[in-house]
């Protein structure tokens, strides 16, 4: 039962890395339930990058690293936060503090529908991007969490599904190969857990794949409003429920 949950979760993180970063907010339950919240960022963190490592090469045409730079800087200002976060705040404070993260980053996406122009202007400065690679600095370290985050900043900036995608899998890739230290230093990375990770390998791969597949034939309006809505639900998820 243990290891269907877990290949579940797997599969979800690959899906999740294709585009419809939402649903890794399943993985972060079923993980969570499984291993306990701390326990389960390192389990789940060699997960995420075989998925990178996946995602990378399927989306490299799209993007370039010029994107991914201006964003790596303020995530690492968040990411040394949530390092000391981690070790003040407990588990329901740490999903909530996220959850509102989200929220209000999902609420400015909705917000910029009705003020396109002014919303887009902001969206293109260097305030705004700190402001959200920090942010999303914090969440990964917490509950690697930030891709509804980092999806919600793309779009903002008005940036096509493929290219979206392409940017997102050269930041997480990088930022995660960077947590790797972090998850071994807290001893939440072992000998043991990298063998489960490998065994549930398979799964992320059918997950990237088959989100891949989804992502190519739904129209960028449609993948908007999934973006936003999945993002909306995690929200409401970490904070209420």
């Not at 329901?92 to 996406?109: E, H, K, W």
């Not at 597949?213 to 309006?221: E, G």
Request: one cysteine or more; proline letters at 4%; a positive charge.
């Amino acid at each position: 039962m243990i290891w269907s949950l877990a290949a579940v979760a797997a599969f979800c993180i690959g899906v999740s890395k294709a585009g419809f970063s939402g649903i890794s907010l399943i993985s972060v339950f079923i993980l969570a339930d499984i291993f306990g919240a701390k326990e389960s960022l390192g389990f789940a963190l060699p997960m995420l990058i075989i998925a990178d490592l996946l995602v990378y090469p399927a989306f490299r045409k799209y993007a370039c690293w010029k994107s991914v730079w201006l964003l790596t800087w303020p995530a690492l200002i968040g990411m040394a936060v949530g390092v000391v976060v981690l070790d003040h705040v407990d588990n329901p404070t740490m999903a909530r503090i996220i959850g509102a993260i989200i929220l209000l980053m999902a609420s400015l996406q909705l917000i910029g529908k009705y003020y396109p122009d002014g919303f887009y202007k902001l969206a293109n400065t260097k305030k705004f991007g700190f402001f959200f690679g920090s942010t999303g600095g914090v969440a990964t370290v917490l509950a690697n969490a930030a891709g509804p985050i980092m999806q919600i900043y793309m779009l903002s900036r008005r940036m096509d599904k493929m290219e979206l995608i392409g940017v997102g899998a050269r930041f997480f890739l990088v930022i995660n190969i960077l947590k790797l230290p972090l998850g071994a230093g807290l001893n939440l990375i072992s000998g043991q857990t990298l063998l489960a990770n490998l065994i549930l390998a398979p799964a992320i791969a059918l997950g990237v794949f088959g989100g891949k597949i989804v992502l190519t034939r739904i129209p960028q309006k449609v993948f908007e409003l999934t973006v936003v809505g999945f993002a909306l639900l995690a929200g409401i998820k970490l904070c209420f429920f």
